[in-house]
């Protein structure tokens, strides 16, 4: 499997982890407030980070920074809140 292809599939994971996370959390089956919905959106970003590296797509890839930070912080937040 050549790199190309790889790069590609990582993207599409990336792509399908924010489309499950948004799903979910329309349908109500999980809340912004679960550590799933953070995982998911986690996943999403570092692989559409890697997709944009690849194609120097610098808007997708600071937009996608961006939106892992937050998971990030996110998912500390919940942690921290949980063991208070």
Do not use: E, Q
């Amino acid at each position: 499997m050549n790199y190309v292809v790889v790069v590609k599939i990582i993207g599409w994971i990336g792509s399908i982890a924010y489309v499950i996370a948004y799903l979910l959390l329309s349908l109500n089956k999980i809340s912004s407030g679960k550590k799933l919905y953070h995982i998911l959106n986690i996943i999403g970003a570092i692989g559409l980070i890697f997709n944009a590296c690849y194609l120097n797509d610098y808007p997708n890839l600071a937009i996608n920074i961006i939106w892992g930070i937050i998971a990030f912080i996110a998912m500390y937040g919940i942690r921290k809140t949980r063991s208070s």
